[in-house]
């Protein structure tokens, strides 16, 4: 299964750092990333494959809202259909 991951709050040393490790200590394969700051405000939106993860879904999306509370940002995690649903103009 696919999903968008999204991460926005205050600029800080280590936020992409601190996602990553929580994603590979899930066994969540990263495969698009980007980011940007905007006037101080970090964001980013990574699409990642969690067909190998190692948890259900909601606990990885509490495991990565948890990390994201450790950097001071607001990270959610949204299955892809779903996000491309909700996106769809």
Same mark, same amino acid.
């Given at each position: 299964?696919?999903?968008? $991951? !999204?991460?926005?709050?205050?600029?800080?040393?280590?936020?992409?750092? %601190?996602?990553?490790?929580?994603?590979?200590? #899930? %066994?969540?394969?990263?495969? *698009? =990333?980007?980011?940007?700051? #905007?006037?101080?405000? +970090?964001?980013?939106? &990574?699409? =990642?494959? $969690?067909?190998?993860? !190692?948890?259900? +879904? *909601?606990?990885?999306?509490?495991? $990565?809202? %948890?990390?994201? %509370? @450790?950097?001071?940002? *607001?990270?959610?995690?949204? /299955? /892809?259909? $779903?996000?491309?649903? &909700?996106? @769809?103009?």
């Amino acid at each position: 299964m696919k999903a968008v $991951l !999204t991460v926005v709050g205050s600029d800080s040393v280590g936020i992409l750092a %601190e996602v990553a490790l929580t994603c590979a200590k #899930l %066994e969540i394969n990263i495969e *698009e =990333v980007t980011q940007s700051i #905007l006037a101080g405000t +970090f964001a980013m939106i &990574m699409v =990642v494959d $969690l067909s190998s993860c !190692t948890v259900e +879904f *909601e606990t990885a999306q509490k495991e $990565l809202a %948890e990390a994201g %509370e @450790r950097k001071g940002v *607001e990270v959610k995690m949204t /299955r /892809r259909e $779903l996000y491309d649903k &909700m996106h @769809r103009i």
